[in-house]
């Protein structure tokens, strides 16, 4: 009975903490969204990148990122193309009764007429890497020092690929300089950045054919509601070896080049992607991918309306925002901090959707909102989430897994910044993330070692864990404009604006909103947990 009444008072508790917190949110992004737009429309003729609009009158639209609006601005173009690709494919599939050989013809021939109008002569470049890399692992795979092999010979190519801006032609002679003026419309060398992940996919599958998986299936199926459905989920496809005669090289390629996921992924190993040439995904059905479609387009004009009416990212491209007060940095840095989690879900969804109407199924890489995350940990998960289940998959688990997470971290950030480009201000983001990933690893730790008896005592570990979210965000706040915004230059600036005495009450109404926002984080855990 005792036991009861403590149930309903915490549950009563509970439900007007939540009232509470839910109004104290609508309140911060009614001043956030207010702020936002007086600063556009105070600031916008100072500002850079931005067009006339065209979804609301009279509004200019930010374009100042080049990533956005290259994309934004080929949208039309690709929905075309892969329309034309995903009818073929299915024509030809059905007329020929095609498998995996002859699938990943098709898409082997599309993905290289794809590849010659993005970048055309450089395809040379792209394809003799390649080949090289399939040479290598055929000769090495079966060798105890195959990892040193493949990694060195990848992490060199993506490193000189930067360094020589994708090399020049003349390096084979000077009878070849012609061939510079049929470069294509893309740089070869960006979208390279994710076939070095194909290839060391397609090395260590390999690699791992004859080796006893530590997968547990049988555990799998009974916690997976997909599996337990008689259908194949994505971890399934991953994780279940091979036969040898599928590391062709003609299915190497197609898997390299894969037309859906060429650009920006996301990004699915060997294993998932040859399984599906056999058999289409089947674990999202057609009213599904439909849906999905369908999001993405009210995804896009929230888009728009955000870029017609705050123009977050044209200030961070500006030094306008070193002359602003602390309160609007900080509005604009949790602006921008949206508009690229916005961005990245419109690309990657954009491909995604697809490949999913072309039976290859790829990780979701934005499953979460980025408001809704509270530890490091859980934000890098859902962020991009495809290259950190291939992380976790090729680096973190052969390095030792767990057992090593202090120092593994250190590794795979390094080797995400060097990945990602050749520039300080994405090593000192990296270090950053590391050093912060410290001590919220030891409250964890503490975490898992306390076991609260009492309600009292349940009660003060969730406000400490809240407490832990605030400063959590924070961190990734500052980490990530380093990363992408002000730069390891602007870290002493960022601290002087904030820890003096008109940056303090901004620092602790910070520190309070995201404790605010922890909470409800909380709540949405605890009523996912009810209704799985």
């Not at 149930?7 to 508790?13: C, P």
């Not at 040859?274 to 009213?287: E, F, G, M, T, Y």
């Amino acid at each position: 009975m005792a036991t009861s009444a403590n149930s309903s008072k915490s549950g009563n508790w509970k439900r007007k903490e939540l009232w509470f917190l839910v109004i104290y949110a609508i309140v911060f992004y009614v001043i956030i969204i207010n702020r936002s737009l007086q600063l556009s429309r105070d600031y916008h003729k100072q500002l850079s990148g931005l067009r006339p609009g065209w979804l609301l009158a009279n509004h200019l639209n930010d374009v100042s990122d080049a990533q956005w609006k290259n994309f934004r601005g080929n949208v039309p173009v690709l929905t075309l193309v892969f329309g034309i690709f995903t009818l073929l494919a299915y024509l030809m599939k059905a007329s020929f009764d095609l498998r995996v050989r002859g699938m990943s013809i098709v898409w082997l021939l599309f993905s290289l007429a794809y590849l010659s109008y993005l970048h055309g002569a450089c395809i040379v470049f792209i394809l003799s890497i390649a080949t090289g890399n399939f040479i290598l692992v055929k000769i090495f795979a079966q060798k105890e020092y195959f990892p040193l092999i493949v990694w060195s010979y990848n992490i060199l190519f993506l490193l000189c690929n930067r360094i020589y801006e994708g090399y020049s032609f003349s390096i084979f002679g000077q009878q070849w300089a012609f061939l510079e003026n049929y470069r294509g419309s893309f740089r070869w060398h960006i979208c390279f950045n994710f076939v070095v992940l194909r290839m060391i996919s397609f090395g260590f599958d390999y690699h791992w054919t004859n080796r006893e998986s530590h997968f547990d299936e049988e555990k799998h199926y009974q916690r997976c509601h997909i599996c337990k459905s008689g259908k194949s989920c994505y971890q399934v496809l991953q994780e279940r070896s091979l036969h040898s005669d599928r590391f062709g090289y003609i299915t190497y390629l197609s898997y390299l080049v894969y037309a859906p996921l060429y650009i920006a992924g996301p990004i699915l190993s060997f294993n998932a992607f040859a399984s599906q040439l056999d058999v289409p995904q089947n674990a999202i059905s057609v009213r599904k991918v439909t849906l999905y479609g369908f999001r993405w387009m009210l995804s896009m004009i929230l888009m728009e309306l955000m870029t017609h009416l705050c123009y977050y990212n044209a200030f961070a491209k500006s030094d306008l925002w070193k002359h602003l007060s602390p309160m609007d940095v900080f509005i604009i840095g949790y602006g921008v901090l949206n508009f690229m989690w916005l961005k990245f879900l419109l690309i990657w969804r954009f491909f995604r959707f697809w490949s999913l109407i072309n039976g290859i199924e790829a990780p979701e890489n934005m499953p979460k909102c980025i408001n809704n995350c509270h530890n490091l940990e859980g934000f890098w998960k859902n962020w991009h989430a495809s290259f950190n289940k291939w992380l976790v998959r090729y680096i973190y688990i052969p390095l030792g897994g767990s057992k090593k997470k202090l120092l593994n971290v250190w590794v795979i950030f390094t080797f995400v910044a060097i990945w990602h480009d050749l520039e300080w201000k994405l090593l000192s983001w990296a270090w950053l993330t590391c050093l912060f990933f410290i001590p919220e690893l030891v409250f964890k730790s503490a975490g898992k070692a306390f076991q609260a008896q009492s309600s009292f005592g349940v009660c003060i570990f969730r406000e400490l864990s809240a407490v832990a979210g605030a400063v959590t965000i924070t961190c990734l706040m500052v980490a990530n404009l380093v990363g992408f915004v002000v730069g390891p230059g602007g870290i002493n600036w960022l601290l002087s604006s904030f820890l003096q005495k008109e940056g303090l009450p901004v620092l602790g109404g910070m520190l309070v909103t995201f404790y605010v926002g922890t909470k409800i984080m909380f709540h949405i855990d605890e009523a996912k947990q009810r209704l799985s």
